[in-house]
């Protein structure tokens, strides 16, 4: 049975960090795409990065560069996202999503998490 799941995600104040974790089972990351994605109340859902397990490589949306970072653990099958300077605007549920490459669009991921929620405030 494949499975995603996240966690890490809670309550952190202005100018604080987080690592989420996206955990999986049932497959192997290196022969997919992990995806996250966020959304917000009342807003679209927005990917923020993507981790290939095929060549090792991170990408992120340009709303997060330099704020967010990526590190993974092939034998236990599980990325992180890090988040530094977390700011008001970056609260949302937080997903991680597994597809064929990261330039898929979101519709092509084939498995997705429950989510985690991520809140920052003061």
């Known amino acids: 049975e494949v499975q995603l799941v996240e966690s890490g995600g809670g309550l952190v104040q202005p100018g604080g960090s987080l690592r989420l974790t996206c955990a999986g089972s049932?497959?192997?990351?290196?022969?997919?795409?992990i995806g996250w994605f966020r959304q917000a109340p009342g807003k679209e859902r927005e990917g923020v990065s993507c981790?290939?397990?095929?060549?090792?490589?991170?990408y992120f949306a340009d709303s997060v560069k330099g704020r967010f970072s990526s590190s993974s653990d092939n034998v236990k099958n599980t990325v992180y996202l890090i988040i530094y300077s977390l700011k008001p605007e970056d609260t949302a549920v937080y997903y991680c999503?597994?597809?064929?490459?990261?330039?898929?669009?979101?519709?092509?991921?084939?498995?997705w998490g429950q989510g985690t929620q991520v809140t920052v405030s003061s």
């Open positions: 999503a597994a597809g064929p490459k990261c330039s898929s669009p979101p519709y092509e991921y084939d498995y």
């Open positions: 049932g497959f192997t990351f290196g022969d997919y795409a």
């Open positions: 981790f290939s397990g095929s060549t090792g490589r991170s």
